[in-house]
């Protein structure tokens, strides 16, 4: 019967280091994609003819590890001397119209810490107020300097270099850390709950607006008075 025990016992120790070698392996596992975009810009933009640069590329890295994602993002042979910005479309309703901060088609691919940097540059008629306080927009002026946005230089080459606080595949966007009332949304999780990340040009005004990607809601209808902004590079999670 001792030995029975010592044997049953010495069982249950190794399973238990297997588990624990487990856990520590998944816990530390990595997640590596190389997204190559596709192009879905339109034959006329703003930045002019879209047959001007027909060689323009986009890709992305994306790398996950311990609930954190870091994503470089390149553009290559494109519009010069132009503001890009990054956003993340999920499946179904916009997640940002769906908890309420905004009243407009896309996530900004920012870090949820960021999201209050970018209400703030962001137009008032697109802030739902039950979200922020009132008066924490702008009048439409936007910014240059948006945490998702980068431009690209003479040659028509930029990158921008992000790191999320949350996992971008098979995650979730913590929209609670924002606002208590809001949860959490899914996303990456297969086929449920594809997404898409989109470049956008921002060749009217070189300027990023925040929560939206560019237009201010008429008050009255809460359609966009303009876009301001193009769509130039897509890709399907």
Do not use: Y
Not at 12 to 40: D, H, M, P, R, Y
Not at 128 to 136: H, K, L, S, V, Y
């Amino acid at each position: 019967m001792t030995a029975l025990l010592r044997e049953t016992s010495t069982s249950l120790g190794i399973l238990a280091i297997i588990l624990l070698v487990f856990s520590i392996s998944t816990s530390q596992a990595q997640t590596k994609i190389t997204a190559n975009f596709e192009s879905v810009v339109v034959e006329e933009t703003a930045c002019g003819l879209s047959s001007a640069w027909p060689n323009s590329f986009a890709k992305a890295t994306i790398r996950q590890s311990d609930g954190r994602t870091k994503i470089t993002v390149k553009v290559k042979e494109s519009v010069p001397d132009v503001l890009w910005t990054v956003w993340i479309r999920m499946a179904g309703e916009s997640p940002l119209a769906f908890n309420g901060m905004s009243r407009m088609g896309s996530t900004p691919m920012a870090p949820i810490a960021a999201i209050n940097d970018l209400a703030s540059v962001t137009p008032d008629g697109n802030i739902d107020d039950n979200a922020f306080p009132i008066g924490t927009g702008d009048n439409g002026e936007g910014s240059d300097n948006v945490i998702n946005g980068f431009f690209t230089d003479t040659d028509g080459n930029g990158r921008l270099k992000i790191a999320l606080d949350f996992p971008l595949i098979r995650g979730a966007v913590p929209f609670h850390e924002v606002n208590d009332s809001f949860s959490p949304v899914a996303i990456g999780t297969g086929p449920l709950v594809p997404f898409t990340l989109r470049i956008v040009s921002h060749c009217e005004d070189n300027v990023g607006h925040g929560l939206v990607p560019g237009g201010q809601l008429d008050p009255e209808t809460e359609q966009p008075l303009s876009t301001g902004h193009e769509i130039w590079f897509e890709w399907d999670f």
